[in-house]
């Protein structure tokens, strides 16, 4: 397992922007199929966003499309998520997921194929 660490989390106001970062430590996430989840209170984690080794084909829930971007820097030790256009309904904990074994070329979908998690942090957009 790999050691993941989010920031970026903040509160903003409704339209606004912010870019979630998530590294490791001491290592490269290159050779990680990598996901951002959220959770808001009373509600299940879901898969926000997910990016495969090949960078390609990326995947984002419906709610997210055209506003949230999901992109990994070139030598691959961060990996982001800006979330633009933001609304209230995207307050949760957002965390980041890692896994060497799947997502090669396709995301991977589901949280029980990610080995590592980082701790979370939160999005709050206000009204």
């Known amino acids: 397992q790999v050691q993941l660490v989010e920031s970026g989390g903040g509160l903003v106001q409704t339209g606004g922007s912010l870019r979630l970062s998530c590294t490791a430590s001491g290592r490269t996430l290159s050779n990680y199929a990598m996901g951002w989840f959220r959770q808001a209170p009373g509600k299940e984690r879901e898969l926000v966003a997910a990016?495969?080794?090949?960078?390609?084909?990326?995947y984002y829930v419906d709610s997210v499309k055209g506003r949230f971007t999901i992109s990994r820097d070139n030598p691959g030790n961060t990996v982001y998520l800006q979330m633009d256009s933001l609304k209230p309904e995207d307050t949760a904990v957002y965390y980041c997921?890692?896994?060497?074994?799947?997502?090669?070329?396709?995301?991977?979908?589901?949280?029980?194929?990610?080995?590592?998690w980082g701790q979370g942090t939160q999005v709050t957009v206000s009204s």
């Open positions: 997921a890692a896994t060497p074994s799947y997502g090669f070329i396709s995301p991977v979908l589901s949280s029980t194929d990610y080995q590592s």
């Open positions: 990016l495969p080794k090949s960078v390609h084909n990326t």
